[in-house]
Nanobody, 124 residues
């Protein structure tokens, strides 16, 4: 059973920063590609960023490019999302996801395993 556990969400003022963490409960961490999605109230779940755990290749949504950084620590089986220059429109529940499929998919259907989500609220 693959489990993803997110942490690091919270309330922050516009312009501030947060770092989200996602721990994967499998030893074969590098067999998975990981991603972050987010979902605001009344909206569909949208892609934020993805990373391949073998090569470290990354992909970002245009809305977060230059502000968010995805990274990994293979020794800790953990993926991070550093979020800087946060805006009120970044407010959402952020989900970590994992897949054994090849590549940096940006569709929720690509990812088989999901975390429980962590709330990020950015006040203006």
């Amino acid at each position: 059973q693959v489990q993803l556990v997110e942490s690091g969400g919270g309330l922050v003022q516009a312009g501030g920063s947060l770092r989200l963490s996602c721990a994967l409960s499998r030893r074969t961490f590098s067999n998975y590609n990981m991603a972050w999605f987010r979902q605001a109230p009344g909206k569909e779940r949208e892609f934020v960023s993805a990373i391949t755990l073998i090569t470290g290749s990354t992909r970002y949504a245009d809305s977060v490019k230059g502000r968010f950084t995805i990274s990994k620590d293979n020794a800790k089986n953990t993926v991070y999302l550093q979020m800087n220059s946060l805006k009120p429109e970044d407010t959402a529940v952020y989900y970590c996801a994992a897949t054994t499929d090849y590549g940096l998919g940006n569709l929720p259907t690509t990812y088989r395993y999901w975390g429980q989500g962590t709330q990020v609220t950015v006040s203006s």
